[in-house]
């Protein structure tokens, strides 16, 4: 089966810009996550869905950054008014469930690049 | 001191060596725990998958965990060149709906024929 797909593959945008990324997870899986990966910073945790439940947008570096769910399947991450150091690859991974034990599968990510 | 700490190499080797990728951690509470390759431009990829202490093998990959001195292992054996890529580990809370992996921050391998 299809595995998690995100679009774009890449963005370039000016700063002060806002940004749309999209994640379309494996079909089924009820669990949504985004992360962020940085040049010499890792993988960062962003936000988390699980369900219709409220999201788990513990890791989001700023108000600027919100993410959504629609009919818990397809998310959107929005960047508001983007900076440079917003540049990363951000990597959307879903889950078949919420719990600890279950296994995250990661999309190929977008790479933002802010001018 | 970071939750998790991983040595970013890079680490070249040889085809046909043994390769040992290792992670250290400070919360005890991880009880999963995993590893990632993730060629370049790519995303990361599910490679092993271990659930508390011990060891688990798949073909030429062994993960080994040890919670006494919070210490994860992933060994290559007979590495080839399309083992060049950077291997991350992963850990989890146990039992917590919805908690995110907690990263190190990789390994670049590189093997040459």
């Known amino acids: 089966g299809a595995g998690v797909s995100q679009s774009p593959s890449n963005k370039v945008t000016e700063k002060g810009k806002d940004v749309e990324l999209r994640c379309d997870p494996i079909s089924g899986h009820t669990a949504l996550y985004w992360y962020r990966q940085s040049l010499g910073q890792g993988l960062e945790f962003l936000i988390y869905f699980q369900g219709n439940s409220a999201p788990d947008k513990s890791g989001l570096p700023s108000d600027r950054f919100s993410a959504e769910r629609t009919g818990g399947s397809v998310s959107t991450l929005t960047i508001q008014r983007t900076q440079q150091e917003d540049s990363a690859v951000y990597l959307c991974a879903s889950s078949p469930s919420a719990h600890g034990g279950a296994r995250q599968f990661f999309g190929p990510g977008t790479r933002l690049t802010v001018l | 001191q970071k939750e998790v700490e991983q040595d970013p190499g890079p680490l070249s080797v040889p085809e046909g060596a043994i390769v040992s990728l290792n992670c250290t951690y400070s919360?005890?509470?991880?009880?999963?725990f995993m590893w990632y390759r993730q060629y370049s431009r790519k995303g990361p990829e599910l490679l092993m998958y271990t659930y508390s202490s011990g060891n688990k093998e798949d073909g030429r990959f062994t993960a080994q965990v040890d919670k006494s001195s919070k210490y994860i292992s992933l060994f290559i054996r007979d590495s080839q060149p399309s083992d060049s890529a950077t291997y991350l580990c992963a850990m989890r809370l146990a039992n917590q709906a919805g908690t995110a992996l907690i990263f190190g921050k990789g390994t670049t391998l590189s093997v040459s024929s």
């Open positions: 919360n005890s509470a991880f009880q999963y």
